[in-house]
């Protein structure tokens, strides 16, 4: 009878221990959600798609509309923005480094728009992220991860590890929007852009926000990118391509902090590295994969399937040792997809969709 009543009572023990544990996991998890509410379905939404891809859904706001009005100066400046408003003080480090690239529109036989580009620089996990602003455009852009911190060491497959994506929205280095527009950051040669007016400030990354979450046409971009002053991220200068679904394109780049546009005169228009408003860098660095491109696109008139701008991408690859083209993309902005080789396998492609 002892034994019994001994085992009831163990028994009971155990129970009452697994009901605290239980509850114990909920408020943890109740506290977790009351915290990152509005966050929580995009920190969900990351999923591994490949070795060291991810993608991601941000459905909810990322309080762009609020930086716009604050405003950053500097790339800390942005970091302090997205702890306080995205992450709740948890810390992030965000890096920048310097990056090289290629961008170009062609037009298909078919008549649709395109805009293609590579990104180089070291080995790095990405992201294909999605974003639908309450007050701007739908997106898909490209974040490279090491932006954030991730390495091939340090990935966000474990939901305890994915709290960094959350500022994702603020890191796009390339994209394309519900209208059309399409825009890429490459690096140039010469001083950074710090320019000092009574504008509001933004940052080399969140230009590109700017575009894709507010723009409804190449023109549009060049109106709202004026509006602001800016300052180029760590590993600057950079300059910007801009394209949109009519055809239209621009190359926006910053000499002696002026802004200035350089627009499509013909059937395309290409950049790489070096500043096409200003002659003396006409042997810079990316002049080499410059003229092999505008080969091929002066041979062709422009005129370039998806596959056929994917194999011009590919001809112009840069790699290296721990390095090299990280991903290429081609725009469809008529047909608003979004297809990618990664890390120079240009044997396989894979293609998203707005």
């Known amino acids: 009878m002892r034994g019994e009543l001994s085992k009831r009572k163990l028994t009971g023990l155990l129970l009452k221990i697994f009901g605290f544990v239980i509850l114990a996991v909920f408020l943890t998890a109740g506290i977790f959600y009351a915290i990152f509410f509005n966050e929580a379905n995009a920190f969900l939404s990351v999923k591994k798609i490949g070795a060291g891809l991810y993608q991601m859904s941000y459905k909810n706001d990322y309080y762009f509309d609020d930086f716009l009005e604050k405003g950053a100066s500097s790339d800390e400046e942005l970091k302090t923005f997205i702890m306080q408003k995205l992450l709740k003080g948890l810390p992030i480090d965000v890096q920048i480094p310097d990056i090289a690239c290629t961008t170009f529109t062609a037009i298909t036989p078919s008549g649709d728009r395109t805009f293609s580009r590579n990104f180089d620089l070291e080995d790095t996990p990405i992201m294909i992220l999605a974003t639908s602003p309450k007050n701007g455009y739908k997106s898909i852009s490209t974040v490279n991860l090491s932006f954030l911190g991730y390495d091939y060491g340090y990935l966000p497959d474990a939901l305890k590890d994915r709290f960094l994506t959350l500022a994702a929205p603020y890191l796009p280095l390339d994209g394309m929007n519900e209208k059309g527009v399409s825009i890429a950051v490459n690096m140039v040669n010469g001083e950074s852009a710090n320019q000092s007016t009574a504008k509001k400030d933004i940052t080399t990354t969140t230009l590109i926000r700017l575009v894709l979450d507010k723009a409804a046409s190449a023109a549009d971009a060049v109106e709202l990118i004026a509006r602001y002053d800016l300052h180029d991220s760590v590993g600057g ?34 950049t790489t590295n070096f500043l096409m408003s200003d002659d003396a860098q006409a042997d810079d660095f990316g002049k080499d994969r410059y003229d092999a491109a505008k080969a091929v696109l002066d041979a062709s008139n422009g005129v370039l399937s998806v596959s056929g701008a994917m194999a011009l991408l590919s001809q112009v690859a840069m790699s290296w040792q721990g390095g090299g083209t990280q991903w290429s993309v081609v725009y469809n902005l008529d047909k608003k997809e979004a297809v990618y080789s990664f890390h120079r396998d240009y044997s396989k492609t894979k293609a998203f969709y707005l």
């Not at 200068?237 to 009519?246: L, T």
């Not at 394109?249 to 395309?268: H, P, Q």
Request: no cysteine; charged share 20%.
């Open 237 to 270: 200068p950079y300059h910007f391509q801009i394209a949109d679904k009519s055809g239209a394109s621009v190359i926006i780049e910053y000499v002696a902090n002026e802004m200035k546009t350089i627009y499509k005169d013909g059937s395309y228009l290409l």
